[in-house]
């Protein structure tokens, strides 16, 4: 068969390349477990750290776990000097993912058992990455404003000491309070895993080569960053600041639609009747906008969604990134730490992943079709 006839499926649409325990999506229902347990229930019932040692170890843990897992958790969020001096000698100018990915790549360069295999080792990096990634983050932000360091609590929860590091502020102060917390805990949830993602595939394709942890995680990184991956969820938040009024929102996806651009934070190249997350995340966003008296972006939010809905032949739906981005806004992040703070919940979804390509690896290498020059004599010189 000559390569004009191979049938291509490009960007590997509808193609299944492998198999896969961490998680399920079923389109047809708009439904999404972890481990079997939906997603919307974890979010109402389980705090984002149970979450991680379900993806990490198939089973909720029991309190007794729980407390043990919080524990070693806490005790690896510090970072330490060189890794301070690196982030702080960073350009300012540079996207706070790139740091991240620098950040990442030191601690590996640190670790002299960075190239074992074994799920155990792969699950303990994964838990120091999980807890210093928060660390990593807030520093970047708060020397972005011109404000030191905050040290990591030991004592306090995943979401909450996050809110800590970066608002300075204790709980129940505005920037920390009960409900910011649990919105927040919720997003990072949400955030965690969604099977072959481009991200996690990316992290697979390098695991699959016997690359180590570090080096998938800084693929992933790179891969999440885009806007149509991760980097989604900044660039609606630009979106809402530049529509900015209730009153223009609907014009302003019109004309969109009519330029043919796309509108971040829509359409998903699995779910084709709406993202199974988006129903929890509104709540929380829109709970959020009624507490901080925010709800200028609820209005924007309904009239662009309904918008979308009613103006494209597939009728267009919000994905996850359409309600968190205007909540990490409220919540008082600054927008370009919103792929970051992504990473902070994907970390985990991307190392169970890896450990699952480990236990049974194949080297990820597709085909291609050839569609150059056919073969020909190299001319003779000229010259
Ligand atoms: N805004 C406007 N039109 C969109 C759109 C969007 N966000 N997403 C898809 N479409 C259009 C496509 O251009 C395509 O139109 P066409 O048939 O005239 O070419 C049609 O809808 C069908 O697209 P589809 O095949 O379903 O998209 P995909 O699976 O290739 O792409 C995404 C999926 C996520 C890459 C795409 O929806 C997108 O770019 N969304 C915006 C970025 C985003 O929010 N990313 C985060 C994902 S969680």
Known sequence: MSDKNTEIRKGLYGVVVDETAVSKVVPETNSLTYRGYPVQELARYCSFEEVAYLLWNGELPSQEELIRFSAREKALRHLDRHLIDLITSMPKSCHPMDVLRTAISFIGSQDPEAYTRDSEHIRRTALELMAKIPTIIALDIRRRRGEGYIEPSRKKGFAENFLWMVFGEEEGSPANSRA?????????????????????????????????????????????????????????????????????????????????????????????????????????????????????????????AKTMYENTSIQIRPNLDFPAGPAYYILGFDIEFFTPIFVMARITGWTAHIVEQNENNSLIRPLSAYNGEEQRPVPPKSF
């Open 180 to 304: 910011d917390i649990e919105a927040f805990d919720k997003s990072l949830t949400l955030y965690a895993e969604h099977s072959f993602n481009a991200s996690t595939f990316a992290a697979r394709v390098i695991t699959s080569t016997m690359s180590d942890t570090y080096s998938a995680i800084v693929g992933a990184i790179g891969a999440l960053k885009g806007p149509l991956h991760g980097g989604a969820n900044e660039a609606v938040m630009h979106n809402f600041l530049e529509v900015d009024d209730p009153a223009k929102a609907e014009e302003w996806a019109k004309n969109k639609l009519a330029n043919k651009e796309l509108v971040m934070g829509f359409g998903h190249r699995v779910y084709k009747k709406g993202d199974s997350r988006v129903p929890t995340m509104e709540a929380a966003f829109k709970e959020l906008a009624e507490q901080h008296d925010q709800t200028k972006w609820v209005e924007m939010y309904d009239i662009m």
